[in-house]
Nanobody, 124 residues
Framework: QVQLVESGGGLVQAGGSLRLSCAAS????????MGWFRQAPGKEREFVAA????????HYADSVKGRFTISRDNAKNTVYLQMNSLKPEDTAVYYC?????????????????WGQGTQVTVSS
């Protein structure tokens, strides 16, 4: 298990950018695939992006493809989500998650450790 803490959320106007960070504790961070998910009020948690343990493979939801970029720095035990061209429909609580699988899965059930979430609000 790894412990995850997200940061970087906030309020931004449509068209703006934010970068989320997720700091992980534990010496085995580099052996986990990492992902970002989001949950809007009244909706189910949905997949946003994932990255393999090495960073060599990424996977995105169609709704964010071309606008969001996931990356990781294994030396810093941190995964990032760069969000550009934000839209009001991107408003949600964003969660960082770790998967013991090494590939970039998009399934919620593949992730075993979760952060507490960070709020992203995009105004129109």
């Amino acid at each position: 298990q790894v412990q995850l803490v997200e940061s970087g959320g906030g309020l931004v106007q449509a068209g703006g950018s934010l970068r989320l960070s997720c700091a992980a504790s534990g010496r085995t961070f580099s052996s986990y695939a990492m992902g970002w998910f989001r949950q809007a009020p009244g909706k189910e948690r949905e997949f946003v992006a994932a990255i393999s343990w090495s960073g060599g493979s990424t996977h995105y939801a169609d709704s964010v493809k071309g606008r969001f970029t996931i990356s990781r720095d294994n030396a810093k035990n941190t995964v990032y989500l760069q969000m550009n061209s934000l839209k009001p429909e991107d408003t949600a609580v964003y969660y960082c998650a770790a998967s013991p699988l090494t590939y970039a899965s998009g399934r919620v059930t593949d992730f075993t450790s979760w952060g507490q979430g960070t709020q992203v609000t995009v105004s129109s």
